[in-house]
């Protein structure tokens, strides 16, 4: 398994809007698809209204989507912790 970030548009309302998932996901065809589940159950949308624009690979300690930190936290420890900069509390 590896951590993908896919990036695209698709329509939250009535406009287009760009969103950016990290997924975790055997290939790059698997966070595609993982999206589009994602999508179409949480907002009811359309294969053919969302928008892919890329899938990238990336290093599972930059990302801050729960998911991914909890897939790779074994890996993520032993390399001594997340690279992403953590939200202050006010």
């Not at 790059?28 to 159950?41: D, Q, R």
Request: hydrophobic share 30%; charged share 25%; aromatic share 6%.
């Amino acid at each position: 398994m590896k951590a993908y970030r896919v990036t695209g548009t698709a329509p939250f309302g009535s406009q287009r809007q760009p969103f950016s998932y990290d997924v975790p996901a055997p290939s790059g065809e698997a966070a595609n698809e993982h999206v589009y589940s994602i999508l179409g159950s949480r907002h009811r949308m359309k294969r053919r209204s969302i928008h892919i624009d890329g899938t990238s690979e990336i290093d599972p300690r930059t990302s801050t989507e729960p998911t991914v930190l909890h897939h790779f936290r074994d890996e993520i420890a032993a390399q001594g912790g997340t690279l992403a900069p953590v939200a202050e509390e006010e």
